[in-house]
Nanobody, 125 residues
Framework: QVHLVESGGGLVQAGDSLRLSCAAS????????VGWFRQAPGKEREFVAV????????YYADFVKGRFTISRDNAKNMVNLQMNSLKPEDAANYYC??????????????????WGPGAQVTVSS
């Protein structure tokens, strides 16, 4: 089990960039895939991006491809989500989550056992 905490959320204007960070504590962080999900008010939680234990295999939701980049630094127990060209519809509470399951790349929330409390991202038009 890992403990996760997100940081870096805030208020930006459409077209701006923002980087979210997910700091992990606990043993064997490098054994876990880490994903980012988001949830806007009145909407279901949705998958954004996920990266494997090595950092070599990222996967993205279609609506963020070319704009968001997920990366990790296992030496620092950190996973980042660089968000560029933000749109008002990107506004949501963003969560990082860790998965030890082999099906992590499907991006299903049910495969992720450890979750952070979330970081709010607000994008003004």
């Amino acid at each position: 089990q890992v403990h996760l905490v997100e940081s870096g959320g805030g208020l930006v204007q459409a077209g701006d960039s923002l980087r979210l960070s997910c700091a992990a504590s606990g043993r064997m962080f490098s054994n876990y895939a880490v994903g980012w999900f988001r949830q806007a008010p009145g909407k279901e939680r949705e998958f954004v991006a996920v990266i494997d234990w090595s950092g070599d295999s990222p996967y993205y939701a279609d609506f963020v491809k070319g704009r968001f980049t997920i990366s990790r630094d296992n030496a620092k127990n950190m996973v980042n989500l660089q968000m560029n060209s933000l749109k008002p519809e990107d506004a949501a509470n963003y969560y990082c989550a860790a998965s030890g399951r082999p099906t992590w790349y499907f991006g299903r929330a049910s495969d992720f056992a450890s979750w952070g409390p979330g970081a709010q991202v607000t994008v003004s038009s």
